[in-house]
């Protein structure tokens, strides 16, 4: 399975990359804002940083929702690195676009997924990547992992091979959760992939190891 952080921020985009296990990010128009990156110009130069610092892939996503408008930006946005993926929302205009991209041969990462039927039509299109937004379903009292082992059994069956990224981690248990019921990637907020590095039984066994040795080091 592999790793993409799900954020704008320059620093936790280094910090996870510095780790060693980073595969990619996803950014979406709320992260951007988030960070205050307002104006294509300025929009467009915070994605070649971040294209700058990873070699994975990296979700640009439009903010058109006509086909033209959309395709116009996929093809602006494919020219500020090789490694821009073009994220789309999951709407009628929006397959058109991932159809034709793919049909380009232009990576795409189909966005706001809430459903099996939308999995499929977005395979059919072609996507690269199907993001399913596991955090927002269980918000509605749903079950965002079920969404991701039936997405997973049915890609599996069809033999679609669209990329399954669970989007909308919230936790670190989504991401085991996630590893479990078949995604193929996880775009994870920073603090949901150092969670994964904590136990309990870690710290108090370091603590013992290290004050063994300084004992016997007397
Ligand atoms: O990239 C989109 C996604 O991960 C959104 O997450 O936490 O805003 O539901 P969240």
Not at 25 to 34: I, Q, Y
Not at 66 to 80: C, F, S, W
Not at 163 to 188: E, M, P, Q, Y
């Amino acid at each position: 399975m592999q790793f993409f952080i799900d954020t704008a921020n320059i620093e936790q985009i280094k910090e996870a990359n510095a780790l060693g296990i980073l595969d990619g990010v996803t950014t979406n128009p709320s992260l951007m804002a988030k960070e205050g990156i307002t104006g294509k110009d300025n929009i467009y130069k915070h994605y070649k940083a971040i294209c700058d610092i990873v070699d994975g892939p990296v979700s640009a996503e439009v903010i058109s929702t006509d086909y033209e408008g959309m395709m116009r930006e996929a093809h602006e946005l494919v020219e500020i690195a090789p490694n821009i993926v073009i994220k789309i929302p999951m709407i009628k205009e929006g397959i058109k676009a991932i159809h034709s991209l793919s049909g380009e041969g232009i990576p795409t990462n189909c966005t706001l997924v809430f459903s099996a039927g939308q999995a499929i039509l977005a395979a059919k299109a072609g996507a690269t990547y199907l993001s399913p937004f596991i955090g927002r379903i269980d918000d509605t009292n749903w079950n965002g992992i079920e969404l991701i082992r039936e997405v997973a059994e049915i890609y599996a069956i069809q033999g679609f091979d669209t990329l399954i990224l669970a989007a909308s981690i919230r936790n670190s248990r989504h991401i085991v959760d996630s590893a479990k019921a078949g995604a193929d990637v996880v775009t994870c907020p920073l603090p949901s992939i150092l969670g994964l590095l904590k136990h309990p039984l870690t710290d108090i066994g370091l603590a013992k190891f290290l004050a063994d040795h300084a004992k016997a080091s007397k």
